[in-house]
């Protein structure tokens, strides 16, 4: 089902509502668990928008994480393990790590499509100039994730953008760029259709799919194996 525009400020209700029409839920996820692999020149193949990512290109392992804006378990990982997964793996060159949107609702939507902008300043949000800013901008909408999903949640998205450098003008530009929507709805479709991807957060780590919430001792145990060869 496509979100436009208008839908963003319906709030609470209409968030819901997407979020089971989408197929997803909400509710608590269960501890990852591994599922089929999928060949990485799969998964790595052209999408509808350009990959952000962090970390060396020939990294030995590839981590894609499938996440939703308002999805509390994507926040979670966000805050609490992947500092400590880029400190210990991404910035010491053993892991490539790529965060591919998977809206649940119009409002993850927004968010994503203000972290492209972000990400492509001075463009319409297709390209992919700037990873730092774009994931700064993700950072920062998970951490305030209690502050802008709510009923109104239009003025707080304002009060974050503008932190990040966006005006009032350009933050409308870039939630009126129904392209850039578009697209993120594409990639989306794209991983419960190629990928099998039906919830949030849902890990690729070199292929095999882990979905449900990781924390840092969990990704270890699949990471270290892999960097010494076994």
């Known amino acids: 089902?496509?979100?436009?525009?208008?839908?963003?400020?319906?709030?609470?209700?209409?968030?819901?509502?997407f979020a089971a029409a989408f197929g997803a839920?909400?509710?608590?996820?269960?501890?990852a668990q591994a599922q089929e692999a999928v060949p990485i020149p799969e998964l790595m193949g052209p999408q509808a928008l350009p990959d952000f990512a962090l970390?060396?290109?020939?990294?030995?392992?590839?981590?894609?994480?499938?996440?939703s804006m308002t999805c509390p378990h994507c926040a979670?990982?966000?805050?609490?393990?992947?500092?400590?997964?880029k400190k210990r793996y991404i910035d010491a060159g053993k892991v490539r790590y790529v965060l591919r949107e998977f809206p649940l609702d119009p409002l993850a939507?927004?968010?994503?499509?203000?972290?492209?902008?972000?990400?492509?300043?001075?463009?319409?949000g297709t390209g992919?100039?700037?990873?730092?800013?774009?994931?700064?901008?993700?950072?920062?909408?998970f951490r305030q994730q209690d502050v802008w999903v709510k009923e109104k949640p239009i003025p707080p998205l304002l009060a974050i953008a503008?932190?990040?450098?966006?005006?009032?003008?350009?933050?409308?530009a870039c939630l009126a760029n129904q392209k850039l929507l578009d697209d993120i709805q594409k990639e989306r479709q794209t991983a419960i259709d190629k990928f099998k991807v039906h919830s949030t957060p849902t890990f690729f780590i070199n292929g095999k799919t882990y979905a449900g919430a990781m924390t840092i001792d969990e990704m270890a145990k699949i990471i270290d194996p892999q960097l010494a060869g076994k």
């Open 1 to 17: 089902m496509p979100i436009n525009r208008r839908e963003f400020c319906q709030g609470a209700a209409t968030t819901i509502m």
């Open 25 to 31: 839920s909400l509710l608590p996820s269960f501890p």
């Open 55 to 67: 970390g060396e290109a020939q990294a030995p392992v590839t981590i894609i994480e499938y996440a």
């Open 76 to 85: 979670h990982f966000d805050e609490n393990t992947f500092p400590e997964l």
């Open 109 to 124: 939507a927004a968010g994503f499509m203000l972290a492209r902008c972000a990400g492509d300043p001075g463009g319409d």
């Open 128 to 141: 992919n100039k700037d990873p730092s800013k774009y994931y700064a901008m993700v950072d920062t909408l």
């Open 162 to 172: 503008k932190q990040a450098g966006f005006t009032e003008e350009s933050f409308n």
